[in-house]
């Protein structure tokens, strides 16, 4: 009985589904995306590049939000990202002596970005809207957490806490 109300309840939550694209530079829908809104507006997921930088091979992930009015209204949201390449850089030994060396070194990036976050978006037409949506950020890699990825030099530390802002375009089918 519960495999049978579980299956009519999926049924019933793709029937009120849409297929969605975003454009913008948001925490939870990235760059660009392409996302799944289903249970009449109030639930979505999508799938997003997070940013582009050219140091790095992938920064991408996944995105959840419930809208708690539908489309139109504030949502909160969670994404998790994947950031991956490698950084090159070098060491300099002995530095002013006559046997100075120069040591070059590649290091694997492999860090996931966890955001989680609360935002706002107004449907201005049937398919067309706006988003605005602000989060917490915090990084886990390196056998820790951290709250701030330095993306220059590949490096994560405690340092400074941030909280991404992100505006947008969406437009769902």
């Excluded at 989060?135 to 340092?159: I, K, M, Q, R, S």
Aim: glycine share 16%; aromatic share 18%; hydrophobic share 40%.
């Amino acid at each position: 009985m519960k495999k049978v109300l579980l299956i009519l309840c999926l049924f019933v939550g793709a029937s009120f589904a849409q297929i969605g694209v975003s454009l913008g530079f948001g925490p939870s829908q990235g760059m660009v995306g392409v996302g799944y809104t289903m249970l009449d507006g109030h639930l979505s997921a999508n799938v997003h590049l997070a940013a582009y930088n050219s140091d790095y091979d992938f920064m991408g992930g996944i995105g959840v939000a419930y809208r708690f009015t539908g489309l139109t209204g504030p949502y909160a949201f969670h994404s998790s990202e994947w950031i991956t390449g490698e950084m090159n850089g070098f060491t300099i030994t002995n530095v002013g002596s006559e046997n100075s060396e120069l040591i070059e070194h590649t290091r694997d990036i492999n860090y996931w970005r966890l955001v989680f976050g609360l935002g706002y978006q107004h449907m201005f037409l049937n398919h067309f809207g706006a988003y605005f949506e602000m989060g917490f950020e915090f990084y886990a890699g390196n056998g820790g957490y951290y709250t701030h990825f330095d993306a220059e030099y590949g490096t994560l530390d405690n340092d400074k806490p941030f909280f991404p802002v992100g505006l947008g375009i969406v437009a769902e089918f």
